[in-house]
């Protein structure tokens, strides 16, 4: 699976952004899909999960009730709808893959592929 994510950028606190990750090579359906973010310095943490078929989502603690993650089978690709933004959400953004799983996942090391980033910028 090659991931593509798009739609970061610049943009004040308070505003909005989707991002975007399309997908191409294998099934996308089969796959369940995360967004991560990784600010400067910064170790990789956990933002998203959406379930293989679409239907169930989880979302990390400090992003929740600001960000939705969504999917698209028939497009395959998978959104991050971001608002309410912060200057601490400012970070490269990126998407990735993984085999189906009966709960989310929130470790990165159990996601098999990975886009190129995307970066969002929130200045106050």
């Known amino acids: 699976v090659q991931l593509q994510a798009s739609g970061g950028g610049l943009v004040q606190a308070g505003g909005s952004l989707r991002l975007s990750c399309a997908a191409s090579g294998r099934t996308f359906s089969s796959y369940g899909m995360g967004w991560f973010r990784q600010a400067p310095g910064k170790e990789r943490e956990f933002v998203a999960d959406?379930?293989?078929?679409?239907?169930?989502?989880y979302l990390a603690g400090s992003v929740k009730g600001r960000f939705t993650i969504s999917k698209d089978n028939a497009k395959s690709t998978v959104y991050l709808r971001m608002n309410s933004l912060k200057p601490e959400d400012t970070a490269v953004y990126y998407c990735a893959a993984r085999p189906r799983s009966i709960g989310p996942v929130t470790n990165p090391s159990m996601y098999d592929y990975w886009g190129q980033g995307t970066l969002v910028t929130v200045s106050s």
């Open positions: 959406i379930s293989w078929s679409g239907g169930s989502s």
